[in-house]
């Protein structure tokens, strides 16, 4: 099914374009060279457009907020509207600070996303709901669990269909909704969630399946989950085999993604459509 997807990213080798935080750049910056594509990380305002303008896909992501990168993150997103190139947002700890939600709620008013990616307390709070946001991690009391998924699938695709763009929602069980279909993915392991950056890196590798796959955006930005998720699989079956910790697993998972082929993915992936 995804086949096509990782292809296209292996051989157009997409320009990622990505403004995040200083706590996961690094990370970022290599899942988009793991997976084929390049990035660039530019985030001076002075330059933010046009380095923008010649990518061929935007990352933005808001987990640490300053002036000059909130300027430099509505310069970037204008350019690369303008030249028509997807743009993937992720907003980190939304929910748990005015600044976020004012930042947020300017660019839903001025700008178009093609994918909104972010873990279940992140995506609620978007949407209105009430979120139990823990600082940048999703609250216990959010989680989307077999008993609640079809409830939360009909939410997060109707906050697709308002925000007109492909709503991205990482957890143990992830949803990825268009406003008529959803996949929904259960691949990974919780220690995922013990190394920082997973969700920040699943955002820049969304962005370089979309630049690889700009016509088919809702299953680049599930062949990116399912990948993840899948990555997360293999790196956690080697963490436990050598009985390691987080670090080894952070490494493992970069390998994951590196070594990642349709075969591995389409073997290992777990999803199903609503
Ligand atoms: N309990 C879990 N079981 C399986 N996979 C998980 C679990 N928690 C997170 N993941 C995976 O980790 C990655 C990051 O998701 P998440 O932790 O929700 O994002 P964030 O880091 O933005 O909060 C995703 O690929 C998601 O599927
Ligand atoms: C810890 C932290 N603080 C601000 S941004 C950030 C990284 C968040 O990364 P992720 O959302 O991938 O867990
Ligand atoms: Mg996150």
Not at 110 to 136: D, H, I, M, P, W
Not at 165 to 181: F, M, Y
Request: hydrophobic share 45%; glycine share 8%; with cysteine.
């Amino acid at each position: 099914m995804f086949e096509e997807i990782l292809q296209n990213v292996r051989l157009k080798k997409p320009l990622t374009h990505c403004i995040t935080n200083y706590i996961t750049t690094n990370d970022c910056a290599n899942i988009v060279l793991a997976c084929g594509a390049s990035p660039t990380m530019a985030e001076a305002e002075q330059e933010a457009a046009e380095i923008a303008s010649q990518a061929d896909g935007l990352d933005i992501n808001i987990g640490n907020l300053n002036s000059h990168t909130v300027l430099a993150m509505h310069r970037a997103i204008a350019a690369a509207n303008q030249a028509e190139i997807p743009v993937v947002l992720d907003p980190v700890g939304a929910g748990a600070s005015t600044y976020r939600m004012e930042t947020l709620r300017d660019f839903f008013a001025q700008y178009r996303f093609s994918v909104v990616r972010g873990n279940v307390s992140e995506l609620l709070a978007v949407g209105g709901a009430a979120s139990n946001t823990k600082g940048v991690d999703a609250g216990a009391a959010d989680a989307v669990t077999e008993e609640n998924l079809q409830e939360r699938v009909e939410f997060f695709k109707q906050l697709s269909a308002k925000l007109g763009a492909v709503v991205s929602v990482s957890g143990a069980i992830d949803i990825i909704a268009s406003p008529e279909r959803a996949y929904i993915c259960r691949n990974g392991h919780p220690m995922m969630s013990c190394v920082t950056g997973t969700g920040c890196m699943l955002s820049a590798l969304t962005a370089a399946y979309c630049g690889g796959n700009p016509d088919n955006i809702l299953e680049a930005a599930a062949a990116a989950t399912a990948a993840m998720g899948v990555a997360g699989d293999i790196a956690y079956q080697k963490t436990k085999e050598q009985g390691l910790g987080t670090g080894s697993f952070r490494v493992y998972l970069m390998d994951a993604i590196s070594l990642m082929d349709a075969e591995t993915l389409q073997g290992g992936m777990n999803v199903e459509i609503r």
